[in-house]
């Protein structure tokens, strides 16, 4: 990548505003109770508890020495009106896009997606601010094991009836989310996402599999928890 794009970008923190805000006003609680973010909160505690996808990437980072925190790795915040969360790997942190998350469906998937990303920022030490091919494969990764491209959620978008639709669903979804956060032209984001695409689609850790659905979730999930039972009964 040009030294100088490189220089110039804001690797997508334009995006997010309160990351850039030098000061942080806490709200009382009674404005707490009557604000987005209130709601926000409160969707993102269902989605720990009865997600099972959230549930498995929470899991598996705590297996992975990284446990998160819901106070710590997650923050509510006002954000431009194109995104609805993001993952800040300067401070760890989960940004969920209270203005523009409305329905438990949406944080779910949300939550899920930027886990993946954490996941991800974990295991692999992501360079996500020098290495444009750890940044593609995340966001592969993310598009891919989320249900971000789920049959269902293409439904609703009329977008459904192609030949392999759900790997080019990822690739649209994985190439839009790195030009949103990345100034760099569309042809030098798809060849990237080109050069990692087989690999990084084909990594479906920690799930096992593509989750395809909620059910398909379940099932990754029940096997995640009993992984370990069938060796301590030997």
Same mark, same amino acid.
């Given at each position: 990548m040009d030294q100088s794009k490189q220089q110039e970008d804001d690797y997508g923190y334009n995006l997010f505003p309160e990351r850039n805000s030098p000061k942080y006003r806490k709200e009382s609680i009674a404005e707490s109770l009557f604000t987005f973010n209130h709601k926000c909160q409160v969707m993102l505690h269902l989605a720990m508890e009865t997600s099972p996808y959230a549930k498995l990437l929470l899991g598996a980072m705590k297996s992975s020495g990284c446990q998160v925190f819901?106070?710590?790795h997650f923050s509510c915040e006002d954000c431009?009106?194109?995104?609805?969360?993001?993952f800040d790997a300067t401070s760890s942190q989960i940004v969920l896009c209270q203005n523009n998350i409305h329905q438990q469906a949406?944080? &779910?998937r949300v939550v899920t997606?930027?886990?993946i990303h954490a996941f991800d920022h974990c295991r692999a030490h992501v360079d996500w601010f020098n290495n444009f091919k750890h940044l593609a494969c995340s966001?592969?990764?993310a598009a891919n094991l989320s249900g971000d491209c789920s049959f269902s959620n293409e439904l609703t978008r009329f977008n459904f009836g192609l030949k392999q639709h759900h790997q080019e669903c990822v690739r649209g979804r994985a190439l839009r989310s790195i030009l949103a956060v990345r100034k760099v032209s569309r042809e030098e984001a798809e060849k990237v996402v080109d050069e990692v695409f087989d690999s990084c689609f084909n990594d479906h850790a920690p799930f096992g599999r593509i989750p395809h659905d909620t059910k398909d979730a379940k099932?990754?999930?029940?096997?995640?928890? &009993?992984?370990?039972?069938?060796?301590?009964n030997l």
């Open positions: 819901k106070d710590r431009d009106g194109t995104v609805s969360g993001g949406h944080m &779910n997606h930027e886990l966001e592969i990764r099932f990754a999930y029940r096997d995640f928890v &009993n992984r370990d039972r069938y060796y301590a």
